[in-house]
């Protein structure tokens, strides 16, 4: 973390949140925490527009096909659907089952959200896997002027907030003067896309899953898909595609996470700069990859200012392996 003496001048250290960030090339070196088993993968929200409006007895049979047995966390039953009164095609549902989207069948899908929710030993752990992986994950279609950002719910009321408090300490390293260091807060959600984007990603953490009470200690990720082309070009275009969905193969397709280091970012720039394509490291490759890392918070604010395409990722970049992060293979 990155650490900063504190003035003698009361005015000088006023220093918000904002004025921090860890330090991501320290924070690259500790490995990605791998939950204690496989995450189940949920939807937990869809709606619907169907080909023709719904009378009180389609209504009625859907509404009766969405509920679940009672369980913490699941929206109540009367929560759970809703059909639009001006516009009867159109249903929404959360936490959808099986039978309520086999009903829906071929109505298309224009709203839909697919959740994972790995599983932790213990609060704390979960807290540092959801550091870790903030600081990791990468999804295409990111917008660099939105950045990543964090909101946190005090009170009923939200508000923006910063994902490192700032925390005052001593430190004997420095021979006992006063510090400050930014601590992860994991309180707060995570967003990198503005509400009612086509594709966002979202992550928070939870004490439980939704569905199952049992998997503790959750760090969710739900990537929330807004319009019918964004759901069709995920493979969810109708009711009947989130009914089939392989959970395992998307998020294999789409929970991505990159790693890097100060020697490859640099020479990738000077190589960029000179257009040249030369593999020997050079002297001022590691100054030049550690002034980038350290202006950004999070290797996907990095790539989406590197304006990078997908295909050359690869060779600035190493993936970091999910495996342990994906859901059951459902043939096994």
């Keep these: 973390m990155n650490s900063l003496r504190l003035s003698?001048?009361?005015?000088?250290r006023k220093i918000g949140p904002r004025d921090w960030s860890p330090d991501l090339i320290d924070a690259l070196r500790r490995?990605?925490?791998?939950?204690?088993?496989?995450?189940?993968?949920?939807?937990?929200?869809?709606?619907?527009?169907?080909?023709?409006?719904?009378?009180?007895?389609?209504?009625?049979?859907?509404?009766?096909?969405?509920?679940?047995?009672?369980?913490?966390?699941?929206?109540?039953?009367?929560?759970?659907?809703?059909?639009?009164?001006?516009d009867r095609r159109v249903v929404e549902l959360k936490q959808p089952t099986a039978a309520a989207l086999a009903l829906l069948g071929t109505a298309i899908t224009t709203v839909a959200e697919i959740s994972l929710d790995p599983p932790f030993a213990t609060p704390s752990k979960a807290d540092d896997a959801f550091e870790a992986l903030h600081l990791r994950i990468w999804r295409p279609g990111f917008d660099p002027e939105y950045g990543v950002r964090f909101y946190w719910e005090p009170n009923g009321t939200t508000r923006e907030t910063h994902p490192y408090e700032v925390t005052e300490r001593y430190s004997w390293e420095e021979r006992g003067d006063r510090v400050m260091t930014p601590e992860f807060c994991p309180l707060s959600t995570r967003y990198d896309a503005e509400r009612g984007a086509p594709f966002a990603r979202v992550m928070y953490r939870r004490a439980h899953a939704k569905l199952d009470p049992s998997v503790r200690h959750v760090v969710r990720v739900e990537d929330r898909l807004f319009g019918h082309e964004s759901c069709a070009a995920h493979g969810v275009g109708t009711a009947a595609d989130l009914l089939f969905l392989d959970h395992r193969r998307y998020w294999q397709r789409h929970l991505l996470a990159f790693e890097t280091d100060p020697d490859r970012l640099g020479r990738y720039l000077r190589n960029r700069a000179a257009e040249t394509n030369r593999r020997r490291p050079e002297l001022m490759d590691f100054q030049t990859g550690r002034a980038v890392l350290n202006s950004v918070f999070t290797m996907q604010e990095l790539i989406g200012?590197?304006?990078?395409?997908n295909t050359r990722l690869t060779t600035i970049l190493r993936p970091v392996e999910m495996s342990d992060w994906l859901p059951p293979d459902p043939e096994e």
């Design 8 to 12: 003698a001048d009361p005015e000088e």
């Design 31 to 86: 490995p990605l925490p791998s939950p204690v088993s496989a995450p189940p993968s949920s939807i937990d929200k869809g709606r619907f527009q169907a080909a023709a409006p719904l009378d009180r007895h389609a209504e009625n049979r859907l509404r009766h096909a969405n509920r679940r047995p009672s369980r913490l966390g699941l929206a109540p039953d009367d929560r759970r659907f809703w059909i639009d009164p001006e």
């Design 305 to 309: 200012r590197l304006s990078v395409s």
